[in-house]
C-alpha cells in the first residue's frame, strides 16, 4: 500500500524557492503565504473536501498525518509533497510536546513555544532532509522561506490543538498514541 501524496501537485503557477512551494493558506498568522478564503460559520475543518476552496495544505498534512506516519518511505512525487512531508514532521514534533496530563492552556503554551523556537530549513547543515530539498539561491529566498514555514508552523499548532481538544480541556488519547511514531524514522 502506498504512503498518501498531496493533492497540490499539480497546481501550477506556484512560487518555489528551492524545491519548497509556497501555497497558499487558510491563515491568521502575518507571513509571506497568500491567504485563502475563512470558513464560513458553522463550518468545520475537520474533514474539509479537497475540493473546497478554503482546503489548504496544512488540512491536509493533519488529515494524512495518522495515515503516512506508518511509512518509513515516502516517494516525492511532486513540489506539494515536500511540504506535506514537513507538515507532518512538525505535528509529529508538536505532538511530543503534549502530554495526556495538559490541559489545552498548557498544552498551547508547549506547542506555541515549538513553533516559535528557532529551526532549521533547507539547506541548513541541521535540517533532516537535505538529500530531498534543495537549498534557496540566496539570503532573500532563504529568509522568504524562513517566514512561510514559521507561518506554517504556527498556523499548524493552532489547528492540531483545535483537533486534540475537540473533546473539552482533554486531550485526545487517539492523537497522543501517535507520539513516539516517526514518518519516515526522521524528525525536524
Not at 63 to 73: P, Q
Not at 84 to 111: C, N, P, Q, T
Not at 121 to 130: K, Q, S, T
Request: glycine share 8%; aromatic share 10%.
Amino acid at each position: 500500500m502506498p504512503a498518501y501524496h498531496s493533492v497540490f501537485n499539480e497546481d501550477a503557477d506556484v512560487r518555489l524557492i528551492g524545491n519548497v512551494p509556497l501555497l497558499p493558506l487558510r491563515t491568521r498568522t502575518r507571513g509571506p503565504a497568500y491567504v485563502l478564503p475563512p470558513l464560513n460559520a458553522g463550518e468545520s475543518e475537520i474533514g474539509l473536501s479537497p475540493d473546497h476552496e478554503s482546503f489548504d495544505p496544512l488540512d491536509e498534512a493533519l488529515d494524512l498525518f495518522r495515515a503516512n506516519t506508518f511509512f518509513r518511505n515516502f516517494e516525492i512525487k511532486g513540489p506539494a509533497d515536500r511540504l506535506l512531508i514537513y507538515g507532518i514532521l512538525f505535528v509529529g514534533e508538536a505532538l511530543g510536546k503534549i502530554k495526556s496530563h495538559m490541559g489545552r492552556r498548557d498544552a498551547e503554551k508547549a506547542v506555541t513555544n515549538c513553533a516559535l523556537e528557532q529551526f532549521s530549513i533547507p539547506g541548513d547543515a541541521g535540517f533532516p532532509l537535505n538529500q530531498s530539498f534543495e537549498a534557496p539561491r540566496d539570503k532573500s529566498d532563504a529568509e522568504t522561506l524562513r517566514q512561510y514555514l514559521s507561518q506554517v508552523r504556527q498556523e499548524l499548532g493552532f489547528r492540531l490543538l483545535g483537533r486534540i481538544y475537540a473533546g473539552g480541556d482533554t486531550p485526545s488519547k487517539w492523537w497522543l498514541s501517535f507520539t513516539k511514531r516517526k514518518f519516515m524514522g526522521k524528525s525536524l
